[in-house]
């Protein structure tokens, strides 16, 4: 399988996570204390995301051991 679908995956939700953050932040300026928990939650999971797709990235590139 290409790396490319890999990359672009991991970019789009390490984004996703990053725009979220900024809205978290937003919120609770803004006096929107009820929403700050799971937007920041929702930060939190697409980064996680952006990490386990970099790891499946790298062991997708090593070889199959039997």
Request: proline share 3%; glycine share 10%; charged share 10%.
């Amino acid at each position: 399988m290409t790396k490319g679908p890999f990359v672009a995956m991991s970019a789009a939700t390490a984004a996703l996570g990053t725009v979220l953050g900024a809205l978290t932040l937003q919120l609770r300026a803004g006096g929107y204390e009820q929403y700050v928990e799971s937007v920041g939650t929702f930060s939190v999971l697409m980064f996680v995301t952006a990490v386990l797709t970099m790891v499946t990235w790298v062991r997708d590139g090593r070889p199959n051991a039997d």
